[in-house]
Nanobody, 126 residues
């Protein structure tokens, strides 16, 4: 089992920045892939970014490319999501996810992740 705890959410104005953190504990391994998803009210949960734990390869949704950066700190078992140039449409609850296995280009599908955190709210306003 892997436990994931997100932090760093909050309220920010359009154009601002936030950094989310996801601390992993339990049976973590270098063979994991980690991801960030988000869900706005009335909408489906959507992929934001993913990272391959062993070599740091990344995958991004088109909507956040060039604005968001996913990274990891192996020593702290923590994944980060640096969000810049935030837009009102980025408002959502953000979830951290993990799964055994390397990251592939198909890993934007939420069903490919086994472990989920409780989420952290991000609100972007004018």
């Amino acid at each position: 089992q892997v436990q994931l705890v997100e932090s760093g959410g909050g309220s920010v104005q359009v154009g601002g920045s936030l950094r989310l953190s996801c601390a992993a504990s339990g049976r973590t391994s270098s063979t994991y892939r980690m991801g960030w998803f988000r869900q706005a009210p009335g909408k489906a949960r959507e992929f934001v970014a993913g990272i391959n734990w062993s070599d740091g390869r990344t995958l991004y949704a088109d909507s956040v490319k060039g604005r968001f950066i996913i990274s990891r700190d192996n020593a702290k078992n923590t994944v980060y999501l640096q969000m810049n140039s935030l837009k009102s449409e980025d408002t959502a609850r953000y979830y951290c996810a993990a799964a055994v296995g390397a990251l592939f280009s198909s890993d934007y599908v939420k069903e490919r992740y086994d472990y989920w955190g409780q989420g952290t709210q991000v609100t972007v306003s004018l």
